[in-house]
């Protein structure tokens, strides 16, 4: 049986990346492959939220999903002027990461990080990773597309997915508790695709 993958050429025609499933109801949607490449996208349905040590910025790859769809979400986190946030590697202190409220049928993937800096706290002679300038995370997240799974699906309209961004932050001087900030996304439910779509010749 043929298990579907993606292809990412570049303007030469030559293989840039390239993306396979595990499973061949499972598919990457195509806003999720390219903004889990960098590409830049207008986000969609997004939502801002404004804490006392950074600016937080999440929006989905896709406003609609289907039952076997990869899709992403995106967390686009500006730290304050000053401030920095810790980054996975940090002992002592809670790196910033994603939480997805478990639900069936719907599976998170590991979070996608990316490079962070060195940070030196000269009083306590002190070397941790943090993220001081703006940065994207990506959770991956799949919607099941087994019979069992598009079987308790049918006949809904949405699918709502809840979590949180956990980090910490500081600045030269204070360091603030950490803190949890909450986060929601609907997206509208649709069939999965049984036919391929005919393109009307040009």
Same mark, same amino acid.
């Given at each position: 049986?043929?298990f579907p *993958?993606?292809?990412?050429?570049? %303007?030469? *025609?030559?293989?840039?990346s390239?993306?396979?499933?595990?499973?061949?109801? $499972?598919r &990457?949607?195509?806003?999720? #492959?390219?903004?889990r490449?960098? +590409? =830049?996208?207008?986000p969609v349905?997004?939502t801002?939220?404004s804490t006392?040590?950074? @600016?937080?910025?999440?929006?989905?790859?896709?406003?609609?999903?289907?039952? =076997?769809?990869?899709?992403?979400l995106?967390?686009?986190?500006?730290?304050?002027a *000053?401030?920095?946030?810790y980054?996975? *590697?940090?002992?002592?202190?809670?790196p #910033?990461?994603?939480?997805?409220?478990p639900q069936?049928?719907?599976?998170?993937?590991p979070? /996608?990080?990316?490079?962070s800096e060195?940070?030196?706290?000269k009083?306590? &002679?002190?070397? #941790?990773?943090?993220y001081q300038? !703006?940065?994207r995370?990506i /959770? @991956?997240v799949?919607?099941?597309g087994?019979p069992?799974a598009q079987a308790?699906l049918?006949g809904k309209?949405?699918l709502?997915?809840?979590?949180?961004v @956990?980090y /910490? +932050?500081? $600045?030269?001087?204070?360091?603030?508790? !950490?803190a949890? #900030?909450?986060?929601?996304w609907?997206?509208?439910l %649709?069939?999965i695709?049984? @036919?391929? !779509?005919?393109?009307?010749?040009?």
């Amino acid at each position: 049986m043929a298990f579907p *993958g993606t292809f990412m050429l570049d %303007r030469q *025609g030559r293989v840039s990346s390239r993306f396979f499933e595990d499973f061949y109801i $499972d598919r &990457n949607t195509a806003s999720s #492959v390219m903004l889990r490449l960098g +590409a =830049g996208m207008t986000p969609v349905a997004a939502t801002k939220i404004s804490t006392g040590q950074v @600016e937080i910025t999440t929006f989905p790859s896709d406003t609609a999903v289907a039952p =076997g769809n990869r899709f992403s979400l995106a967390f686009d986190v500006a730290p304050h002027a *000053g401030m920095h946030v810790y980054a996975p *590697g940090a002992s002592g202190y809670k790196p #910033v990461s994603v939480t997805i409220a478990p639900q069936p049928f719907v599976q998170v993937r590991p979070l /996608q990080y990316p490079r962070s800096e060195i940070y030196f706290f000269k009083p306590l &002679n002190e070397r #941790v990773p943090v993220y001081q300038k !703006p940065f994207r995370l990506i /959770q @991956e997240v799949l919607l099941e597309g087994t019979p069992q799974a598009q079987a308790a699906l049918q006949g809904k309209e949405s699918l709502t997915i809840s979590g949180s961004v @956990e980090y /910490q +932050a500081c $600045d030269d001087k204070l360091c603030f508790n !950490p803190a949890s #900030v909450p986060v929601t996304w609907t997206l509208t439910l %649709r069939p999965i695709l049984r @036919e391929r !779509p005919v393109v009307p010749p040009r």
